[in-house]
């Protein structure tokens, strides 16, 4: 998606009044991107549509039929169940009287419930790993789409949505109450060439974290929290952001995005310095670059799925050196993951079938506290003929902890784990529209970095909801 290039900088301007200076610079600058980006995708969907009009040209067939599910979530890393797969009726009044004016309007809600089954709880405050303590969480996400057919424009969307976030333990969230996407799409070229500028949650946009990569079945068993570490935004969090992913020949494709860059020190901080996600460009918070190149063939009677993507993220922000104790800019963090479909269960669904899948990560060790990250996995789209949209999977990761953290801990005088793994089993049941289900164990050896707490087998449970 994006290059990859690592900028080491200096660690601190020497005149205060230079170094506010840049700053308010750096923030013009990229607040000036996006609007000149926002600018060139309207000025060339216009011209476009005025060619079309002033220009002779050959009969060509009719564009096919709009479709309800033309509304739903486009051009990420991630999918989203059909806006059809729903509670409410997809032809129902409501519905379809919105759509004849080119609007969609979704809710998701979701609950989860977490717990260690291996030991009594802990008192809330004594937690350092989730289901220590009991852990429960719960969000409730409107989203309104638009196909800007009233604007004349093809390929194109206005897509908002806001979050009330909530869960028992807060560093396991952030609670949020807020914006959380507002962006202008476009495609052009049948979609060859896609853009993206405006408030973007950036988890479904790269990476491919979701094993079988849809959000309704794909989230229990992943812990890579290395991107996020590094500045990328993640769900309940938005942060101002323009991308651009191009598809070349061969099922190859490439991704890049600017990004201001989620606070430092995490969600809590993030959501304590920008309650509401409108904040343009807090203090400090700066450019987060993000590059990804891939091969993703879709499966077909005749050929099996395989999706490829390596990554890197390059963040100017500075970052507490725990060697050191100053702040550094430098972060970074580079990835590879990849999935095939070995097996293929069903003609007429392609993509039913068995799957494996490896990813890899690293960040430096200096900057944050989980360093390096490796994960195998092994899932079934539809693992019964009478369930075909039901998931089952079986998910190994190992995470290294910061040495450089650890070593500091140590010198401290308190106990540590190193490093951490997890072998989770989970699965998804689409127990009917709009109604998903997850169940799991997953048993975590090494669950925190401090204190030296014993392994825990974690139930897991979900249950999420599209109206």
């Given at each position: 998606m994006n290059s990859?290039?690592?900028?080491?900088?200096?660690?601190?301007?020497?005149?205060?009044?230079?170094?506010?200076?840049?700053?308010?610079?750096q923030g013009a600058s990229f607040a000036l991107l996006l609007l000149a980006a926002c600018f060139v995708l309207l000025a060339a969907a216009r011209l476009g549509a005025q060619v079309t009009q002033d220009t002779p040209k050959l009969p060509v067939p009719p564009p096919p039929p709009r479709s309800l599910d033309d509304l739903n979530y486009l051009a990420g890393d991630a999918s989203v169940p059909s806006l059809s797969d729903?509670?409410?009726?997809?032809?129902?009044?409501?519905?379809?009287?919105?759509?004849?004016?080119?609007?969609?309007?979704?809710?998701?809600?979701?609950?989860?419930?977490?717990?260690n089954t291996l030991a009594a709880p802990v008192p809330p405050d004594?937690?350092?790993?989730?289901?220590?303590?009991?852990?429960?969480?719960?969000?409730?996400?409107?989203?309104?789409?638009?196909?800007?057919?009233?604007?004349?424009?093809?390929?194109?969307?206005?897509?908002?949505?806001g979050v009330w976030n909530w869960v028992s333990w807060n560093p396991a969230g952030p609670k949020s109450f807020q914006l959380w996407d507002l962006y202008f799409y476009k495609g052009w070229g049948r979609d060859r060439v896609q853009m993206k500028a405006g408030y973007i949650s950036m988890n479904l946009e790269f990476v491919g974290l979701f094993?079988?990569?849809?959000?309704?079945?794909?989230?229990?068993?992943?812990?890579?929290?290395?991107?996020y570490e590094v500045g990328m935004s993640y769900f309940p969090l938005t942060s101002p952001a323009a991308s651009l992913r191009v598809r070349g020949p061969d099922h190859l494709y490439v991704k890049s995005a600017a990004q201001r860059s989620i606070d430092p020190a995490g969600g809590p901080a993030e959501v304590a310095r920008n309650a509401t996600g409108f904040r343009f460009l807090p203090h400090g918070d700066k450019l987060l670059l993000i590059n990804e190149a891939g091969y993703?063939?879709?499966?077909?009677?005749?050929?099996?799925?395989?999706?490829?993507?390596?990554?890197?993220?390059?963040?100017?922000?500075?970052?507490?050196?725990?060697?050191?104790?100053?702040?550094?800019?430098?972060?970074?963090?580079?990835?590879?993951?990849?999935?095939?479909?070995?097996?293929?269960?069903?003609?007429?669904?392609?993509?039913?079938?068995?799957?494996?899948?490896?990813?890899?990560?690293?960040?430096?060790?200096?900057?944050?506290?989980?360093?390096?990250?490796?994960?195998?996995?092994?899932?079934?789209?539809?693992?019964?003929?009478?369930?075909p949209a039901d998931l089952v999977s079986f998910v190994a990761s190992h995470t290294g902890y910061s040495r450089v953290a650890t070593n500091s801990l140590a010198a401290q005088g308190k106990s540590v784990w190193r490093s951490g793994s997890t072998l989770t089993g989970s699965y998804a049941v689409h127990v009917s529209p709009g109604n998903f289900v997850g169940l799991g164990l997953t048993y975590l050896y090494g669950p925190a970095i401090t204190p030296r707490v014993p392994s825990a087998l974690n139930f897991l449970a979900s249950w999420t909801t599209y109206f």
């Open positions: 990859a290039r690592h900028n080491k900088r200096g660690i601190a301007m020497a005149d205060p009044e230079r170094n506010a200076s840049h700053q308010r610079v729903s509670i409410l009726n997809p032809q129902g009044k409501f519905r379809q009287s919105l759509f004849r004016k080119g609007l969609a309007l979704r809710l998701v809600t979701q609950s989860q419930y977490v717990q004594n937690q350092v790993y989730i289901g220590e303590h009991p852990f429960e969480a719960a969000m409730v996400q409107p989203i309104l789409t638009w196909d800007l057919r009233q604007l004349h424009l093809r390929r194109a969307q206005l897509y908002v949505g094993v079988g990569g849809s959000t309704a079945t794909g989230g229990q068993g992943v812990y890579a929290v290395l991107p993703l063939r879709d499966p077909a009677k005749n050929v099996h799925e395989t999706w490829f993507r390596a990554g890197y993220l390059d963040n100017s922000t500075k970052y507490k050196n725990v060697a050191t104790g100053q702040p550094q800019s430098g972060n970074y963090c580079a990835y590879a993951l990849v999935d095939h479909q070995f097996i293929r269960t069903s003609l007429e669904h392609p993509d039913h079938g068995l799957y494996a899948g490896a990813s890899y990560m690293n960040v430096p060790d200096a900057l944050n506290s989980y360093s390096r990250y490796y994960e195998a996995r092994f899932y079934k789209e539809a693992p019964l003929e009478s369930r």
